[in-house]
């Protein structure tokens, strides 16, 4: 950096910059710079901390981050290597009043904290900004500040943007503030007009509702008068049930009374043989118990016989078995001798065989080799099969996949015809553009997709008018392109080159679809009878759907079958939907936040443009998939005759080596099976050697036990003999006593009869009087309840003497409706009549279907529909009235901005002649030549750069980089002339500009800082040759590099310049010598 000189400039412009001191901010360690007080200029390599400059100036002035358009964050202001350090920034303003020093600490964190001082005493943004505006410091004015990143942005800026920054730059505060007051008045309009507009949409629902709810509303009339005489019937059936019940319960207290005076009577007889019965039951209780006792000792020693009778059964087993066991030793004796014998003979015979035929190991080397030939042979000829099947597989698969593709093409192609014709039709411009861009497609770095109607394949044809309908005509004909770019060359090349006008082109980058996921899910809607939302109906290129999900919100726009009950509940969900062939659009109002809901019918829209849906990329790409198919065909059949050969030749060496090979296997699997069955008689005969049992002392053992066994049983039996007895006896005596009790029952049946007769009829009535009484007592519980419901559905009774009477009101509106129910021969309507009455005006009134708070929600869509009409009228007088404040205010404030304008309209024109080009500086007075559209004022900046060209208005696509730096910098210079603030700052404002310009623009430069007294701070990687240079130019050098630098003074730019001059002059002495 340039160190201070001794003899600097003298400084007159107050709030000009005299030192910037930097401590670990971004590039910078510890650095002071000392700018000059007219032009400055900042150069160095890329990276060596230029813009850090302009960075530190406008953080430091109270500038906001994100008009640089650079950083992220405050983080990263701080230089990376210095740890936890704060960044600092300190600057010395030019004052003749004193110091005017404003130092910034930047501390690292979450969030960083950012501090300011003004002469070492610490203040708040908002007083540094009224500090720095009191010197006309703007850090946010793109006309006093214009950082690097923001100098390509500023030919994009809009005319509105442009004109607010000149107003700020060169304009008075009243101008500003009109222009703001005016943009509020104006935001107010458009909430007013919103709510105008939805509260149009509002009446027009509701008068289309009033419309359709004419014919609910007789249907509801109806209902009504059915659910009245249902109500009246209700009541008449409480009444009728309980005159019935008081009937019923008149005649249960009369058999009540019957009842008790035939229970006593039958009481008072049978007291005179209960005497008879008490005698008669004890006797047969004496017998009967005796009999009880002679069957429980009977059941006893019976138990006690059959115990016994299995035991011995058990013993008589044992004996059989143990005679079994000895016969059994005997015979396997015998049976292993002989066995013994036999087998010896056998093995004999076996080992001289074996010895005469052996298997050697040659013959097992042998068998081996066969057998791997073999194998190797197998494994060849099966992967050859299994080549064989695959491009059978892929050759069947890629002829069906051929066939397929070139249906697609054919139907594809005559979709794509069709439509073609179509935009031909209604569009001849766009289908012009189509023809040249098929031709002309190297022309592009990126993707771009044919008109919008042109990519999209509908997939249900059922949203047709759906689709369309949501999506406007200008979009459906317009080019899709995914370079910005792209769709700047095709527009000029359509527009200015072939002339088509009705061409339209839209830059939008390929998103994935699953990136617009929508609001809600299908399980969610189901209810609402959900169909499709609009993006999932149609299929189209990711740049396409990424607009069209974008821009006119497809992905949150559903289909819904028809309208149900809970239909009203979707207007609080979504802000455009559709039910059946109706869109509804709600908005809710800014101000009132009131939702209004329009109304469109799609069922008579013309599809025009959607009716068929070709893709012209999945054209192009079927057509190479068909020619990769067919060289793909030719390959496989080609392979599969190399495999078929192969496989016939693989198969006559293998039945060869597989005849060979069976023949010595059968050698050896016979060899095998004679040792084996050789190895198996051997083991026998060891097991056949002797006996596993002595056979004479088992036989001793068995006797023993067969003599003792017999002993037992012989003693069961003799005392079995003596419990058979006892149990003959014991039967005898229960005889015994069933025979009395037989006698005594027959002795007393008459008058046991007639007592038992007695106490049946007592019981019989004691019964019938408990059930009677029971029913009376609830019937008369049942009556009181009937009463109170009879009661309470009439609110009442005729009179506090006749209770069991409805009120007098209530007979007649009942004997109304029984008059109507009661047929010739009834004196009365019955209950069942009155239930049937009811059943009837319930179904009827089902059939209807209509809910009850439905003519309450009619009633309050007829208040709703008052209200909005009124609501509308003062909405209109409302913005009548702005208006006319909007025009008053315009009035006092166009005097002034048209001067304005024209002043730097002249200054801006004659700094752009002494370029040798033209420009001009025209006030936007709104769109659509409106001029109360104050939001939208703005300057456009019209350039000539050839002669013979016309003005055009200075944009990003129109200009080249070096016109676009040229205009950028002459209108910051024209501003310069028109006010006077304490500097500048442009960050490599030279981009694109060619030497010739280069230079004219540092020559203007040198002269408006003359002539201004002005300070500008100049960034560029590099100045051309020869540049003039003067006492009014200052050069600041960035350098960038590995040592580090703890002070300031080290490395300055006077020592270099001696030590380089010493090594020139040592140089030439060496030269000359």
Same mark, same amino acid.
């Given at each position: ?32 710079? *000392? ?57 010395? #303003? ?8 404003v130092k910034c600490i930047l501390k690292p964190g979450d969030p960083p904290e950012l501090t300011w001082h003004i002469n070492d005493a610490v203040v708040s943004k908002e007083k540094l900004l009224k500090f720095t505006d009191r010197l006309q410091i703007q850090p946010s004015n793109l006309c006093q500040f214009l950082p690097q990143d923001v100098v390509r942005q500023f030919p994009q800026m809009k005319p509105s943007e442009i004109f607010e920054n000149t107003l700020k730059a060169v304009g008075n ?63 008449? #059936? ?33 007291? +005179? ?6 005698? *008669? ?583 709703? #529909? ?70 939208? *004022? ?83 990687? +590099?100045?051309? *040759? ?48």
């Open positions: 950096m340039k160190e201070k000189p001794p003899n600097r400039p003298r400084f007159c412009q107050e709030g000009s910059v005299v030192r910037i001191l930097l401590q670990n901010f971004m590039t910078y360690k510890n650095e002071t710079i *000392y700018p000059g007080p007219n032009f400055n200029v900042t150069v160095g390599p890329n990276g060596s901390g230029k813009s850090s400059i302009v960075t530190a100036l406008c953080i430091a002035l109270g500038g906001d981050l994100k008009t640089l358009n650079r950083q992220l964050d405050y983080n990263s202001l701080i230089n990376n290597d210095c740890g936890n350090q704060a960044a600092v920034i300190e600057i010395e #303003l030019y004052s003749s009043k004193g110091p005017n020093k505060h009243d101008m500003l503030d009109k222009l703001r007051k005016g943009k509020r008045i104006q935001e107010s309009m458009i909430g007013i007009e919103e709510e105008l507009k939805n509260k149009s949409n509002t009446v027009k629902s509701l008068e289309q509702k009033q419309k359709r709810n004419e014919d609910l509303a007789k249907k509801l009339e109806e209902q009504r008068k059915l659910e009245e005489n249902m109500s009246t019937a209700e009541k008449a #059936l409480a009444w009728e049930k309980f005159k019935v019940l008081r009937i019923e319960t008149k005649k249960v207290r009369q058999d009540m009374t019957n009842l008790a005076d035939r229970k006593q009577k039958l009481d008072k007889e049978l007291g +005179k043989h209960r005497e008879f019965i008490v005698n *008669y039951n004890n006797k047969v209780g004496i017998i009967k118990r005796k009999i009880d006792e002679a069957e429980d000792s009977f059941k006893k020693t019976e138990k006690e016989i059959t115990a016994m009778s299995t035991h011995m059964d058990h013993l008589e087993d044992q004996i059989d078995q143990l005679a079994q066991n000895e016969k059994d030793l005997v015979t396997a004796e015998r049976d292993r001798k002989r066995q013994r014998k036999n087998l010896e003979f056998d093995i004999e015979i076996m080992k001289s065989n074996l010895q005469n035929s052996a298997w050697t190991l040659e013959d097992e080397k042998k068998l081996y080799d066969i057998r791997e030939g073999m194998r190797v042979k197998e494994d060849r000829l099966i992967s050859v099969g299994y080549r064989i099947e695959e491009e059978d597989r892929n050759l069947n698969s890629l002829t069906r996949e051929h066939n397929h593709l070139k249906a697609k093409l054919k139907s594809l192609m005559d979709v794509m015809n069709h439509k073609m014709k179509t935009l031909e039709k209604l569009n001849r411009d766009a289908y012009q553009g189509v023809l040249w861009l098929r031709e002309h497609r190297n022309l592009f770095h990126g993707t771009v997709h044919e008109p919008i109607m042109m990519t999209m394949e509908v997939k249900n044809q059922k949203l047709l008018r759906h689709l369309e309908s949501s999506i406007p005509n200008s979009d459906l004909e317009s080019f899709v392109c995914e370079d910005v770019n792209d769709a700047n060359v095709l527009m000029k090349e359509l527009r200015e080159t072939k002339g088509l006008r009705r061409i339209n082109v839209i830059h939008c980058a390929p998103i994935p679809k699953h990136e617009f996921l929508p609001p809600l899910s299908k399980r969610d809607l189901q209810k609402y009878g959900f169909k499709a939302y609009l993006s999932d109906a149609f299929t189209a290129p990711e740049a396409v759907h990424a607009y069209l999900c974008k821009e006119k919100k497809l992905h949150t726009v559903p289909v819904f079958e028809k309208e149900n009950d809970v239909t009203d509940e979707l207007k609080d969900m979504f802000k455009t939907y559709f039910v059946g062939l109706y869109q509804f659009k709600n908005k809710k109002s800014r101000y009132s936040q009131e939702i209004c809901q329009g109304t469109m019918d799609v069922s008579t829209f013309q599809v025009k443009r959607l009716d068929v849906s070709p893709d012209q990329s999945s054209i192009n790409e079927l057509r190479e998939e068909i020619l990769d198919k067919e060289r793909m065909i030719a390959q496989h059949q080609e392979l599969k005759d190399g495999a078929y050969q192969e496989k016939r030749k693989l198969g006559d060496e293998i039945k060869k080596i597989g005849d060979a090979y069976k023949e010595a296997e059968k050698k050896k699997k016979d060899l095998k099976n004679k040792e084996n069955e050789l190895k198996m008689k051997q083991n026998l005969l060891n097991n056949f050697s002797e006996p596993k049992k002595d056979v004479e002392t088992e036989v001793k053992i068995n006797k023993a036990k067969k003599v003792r066994l017999v002993k037992e049983l012989c003693q069961k039996i003799a005392k079995n003999h003596a419990f058979v007895s006892s149990c003959a006896e014991l039967d005898l005596i229960r005889s015994a006593y069933q025979l009395q009790l037989q006698n005594v029952e027959g002795e007393n049946m008459n008058s046991r009869h007639l007592a038992s007769e007695i106490e049946r009829s007592y019981n019989l009535v004691s019964e019938k009087l408990a059930s009677v009484t029971g029913r009376y007592e609830r019937e008369s519980q049942e009556i009181i309840q009937l009463h109170d419901l009879a009661q309470l559905a009439t609110s009442g009774v005729l009179s506090e003497s006749k209770k069991y009477l409805p009120p007098e009101y209530w007979q007649k509106k009942f004997g109304e409706l029984a008059d109507k129910l009661r047929s010739k021969k009834e004196e009365r309507v019955s209950v069942n009549v009155w239930k049937a009455y009811i059943d009837d005006c319930a179904d009827q009134i089902k059939k209807y279907g209509i809910k009850p708070d439905l003519g309450k929600k009619i009633d309050d869509e007829n208040k709703r #529909l008052e209200k909005a009409r009124q609501e509308l009228k003062s909405l209109t007088a409302k913005k009548a009235g702005k208006l006319i404040e909007l025009s008053g205010l315009r009035n006092g404030w166009i005097k002034d901005i048209n001067s304005l304008v024209r002043k730097v309209d002249d200054k801006f024109s004659q700094m752009m002649s002494m370029l040798d080009y033209s420009g001009m500086v025209e006030l936007q007075e709104g769109l659509d030549n409106d001029p109360l559209d104050m939001k939208n *004022y703005g300057i456009k900046i019209m350039v000539k750069f050839r002669s013979g060209d016309d003005f055009v208005e200075l944009t990003k696509g129109t200009q080249s980089g070096g016109e676009k730096s040229v205009t950028t910098a002459v209108y910051m210079m024209a501003l310069q002339g028109l006010t006077q603030v304490p500097f500048r700052c442009v960050d490599e404002i030279n981009q694109g500009m060619d030497e010739t310009n280069e230079r004219r623009v540092w020559d203007m430069l040198l002269d408006v800082c003359k002539k201004h007294s002005a300070q500008y701070f100049y960034m560029a990687p +590099k100045f051309p *040759y020869g540049l003039p240079f003067n006492d009014q130019v200052t050069i600041l050098t960035c350098n960038s590099g590995r040592t580090k630098k703890n002070k300031d003074q080290r490395f300055r730019t006077r020592d270099f310049v001696k030590i380089s001059r010493k090594l020139a002059a040592a140089s030439q002495s060496s030269k000359n010598k």
